[in-house]
T-cell receptor
Framework: DQQVKQNSPSLSVQEGRISILNCDYT??????FLWYKKYPAEGPTFLIS?????DKNEDGRFTVFLNKSAKHLSLHIVPSQPGDSAVYFC????????????FGTGTRLTIIP | GAVVSQHPSRVICKSGTSVKIECRSL??????MFWYRQFPKKSLMLMAT?????????EQGVEKDKFLINHASLTLSTLTVTSAHPEDSSFYIC?????????????FGPGTRLTVL
């Protein structure tokens, strides 16, 4: 039972344009959501998070939007840079990220120079 | 954030042998560490939660006798894959819950690639 889903396994975006990565969840107990970036043969690196009391969180080029009614979140990267090419995982938790994280299957983002 | 190391980064072993993977929290005293496994092109799956000084909590479907976890100190947790078989080949990642400037996320180690022949 995949409680966190990333339906796009891959995405290609031109450098300088906006990258939008999507994530859906089914468990209504999730109240904290995180995005991680992962390079091959490395552990995930935390990017940005959002609590269910907010619908938007911004950090530099990264913005996460949360639509609780739709159980959907998205990560916007603008402008996209070649170094952004990686696999992006969304994750969800029922307690502020210090508890068990449930990960999505990941989206491979390729930025085309 | 917290700095987490893992050793070894890569290991190849014969079927039937046991392999120990170490996870160290270098700058943060971690009462809780997490062990994940990632199969190729799949999601990270939580295997167990490692608690310092007590028994680990295993996720459903994870064999505790096969994946032995020891969390003897606040900076070290070990995962031992006993009697490894080819289907245990995977990428194993540990994480530390919170720490550093943020208390609301986990910091991951670089991972260990296990290949069982």
């Amino acid at each position: 039972d995949q409680q966190v889903k990333q339906n796009s396994p891959s995405l290609s975006v031109q450098e300088g344009r906006i990258s939008i990565l999507n994530c859906d969840y089914t468990n209504s107990m999730f109240d904290y959501f995180l995005w991680y970036k992962k390079y091959p043969a490395e552990g995930p690196t935390f990017l940005i998070s959002i609590s269910s009391i907010k619908d938007k969180n911004e950090d530099g080029r990264f913005t996460v939007f949360l639509n609780k009614s739709a159980k959907h979140l998205s990560l916007h990267i603008v402008p996209s840079q070649p170094g952004d090419s990686a696999v992006y995982f969304c994750a969800a938790s029922a307690n502020f990220g210090n508890e068990k994280l449930t990960f999505g299957t990941g989206t491979r983002l390729t930025i085309i120079p | 954030g917290a700095v987490v190391s893992q050793h070894p980064s890569r290991v190849i072993c014969k079927s039937g042998t046991s392999v120990k993977i170490e996870c160290r929290s270098l700058d943060f005293q971690a009462t809780t560490m997490f062990w994940y496994r990632q199969f190729p092109k799949k999601s990270l799956m939580l295997m167990a939660t490692s608690n310092e000084g007590s028994k680990a909590t295993y996720e459903q479907g994870v064999e505790k006798d096969k994946f032995l976890i020891n969390h003897a100190s606040l900076t070290l947790s070990t995962l031992t894959v006993t009697s490894a078989h080819p289907e245990d080949s995977s990428f194993y990642i540990c994480s530390v819950g919170g720490g550093g400037a943020r208390t609301d996320t986990q910091y991951f180690g670089p991972g260990t690639r296990l290949t069982v022949l």
